[in-house]
């Protein structure tokens, strides 16, 4: 038996420390004011914290095996192609998505529900760690419509997918890594409802951030 500062003793043995670590976890994720759940892949709820049952009017428990589909509902048609794309390229990114959901007060709600793939290794079929940002209460009283404000970054990746450049290619050109495309991607067919990367450049020039009448293109503001 070893004493951890601050935490109490742990067992030399591998197993029970395993045990006693991931029991001070789940603690730890209890007492967390954002509602988060960790569902497997397929939507089956594992755990959920307190937070996460209270939207719901029940205890932690009373959450377990249910699936999380029949809590919210989702706002952005493409999510769950996302992260089965995801999976079969074993990556392991996080996923915003906008939802809706009904809580115990029975006046609907909406926010942003982020879903992070996690795993041991990247063959395994992963969990999903989500977490659940409210919109302030008092707030749009409807789904957010899309917006056509860009940052700098989604700009530059908007023009290089127009040119029809590949992820690989554009994450070159602009620093950063396949996943980072991916995501700034996924982020914008989501805010825009649109299906696909070739619906992604044609919102882009219909709402004036790419510059018209130009090749090769560009944004029409400079970063």
């Not at 205890?59 to 769950?80: K, V, Y």
Request: with cysteine; hydrophobic share 40%; glycine share 8%.
């Amino acid at each position: 038996m070893r004493t951890t500062e601050g935490c109490g003793p742990v067992p030399d043995d591998p197993r029970e420390a395993a045990v006693i670590w991931r029991n001070r976890a789940l603690r730890l994720l209890d007492h967390m004011p954002l509602p988060i759940a960790v569902c497997e892949f397929g939507g089956k709820i594992l755990i959920v914290n307190r937070a996460m049952a209270a939207e719901f009017g029940c205890l932690p428990g009373q959450l377990h095996n249910r699936r999380i589909l029949e809590f919210f509902t989702l706002r952005d048609s493409g999510t769950i192609e996302a992260l089965a794309e995801a999976v079969r390229l074993h990556r392991r990114s996080q996923y915003p998505t906008r939802v809706s959901w009904t809580p115990v007060n029975g006046h609907e709600r909406y926010g942003e529900m982020t879903v992070a793939l996690v795993g041991d290794t990247p063959e395994q079929t992963p969990s999903m760690l989500l977490s659940l940002q409210a919109a302030p209460a008092g707030g749009a009283a409807g789904p957010p419509g899309p917006q056509t404000e860009v940052s700098p970054v989604e700009a530059r990746i908007l023009a290089a997918a127009a040119r029809g450049d590949t992820t690989a290619q554009i994450a070159r050109e602009i620093g950063v890594t396949p996943d980072g495309v991916n995501y700034h991607l996924t982020r914008l067919t989501r805010r825009w409802r649109v299906p696909n990367r070739t619906a992604l450049v044609a919102r882009a020039y219909a709402t004036g951030v790419l510059a018209p009448d130009t090749w090769p293109p560009r944004p029409a503001r400079p970063a």
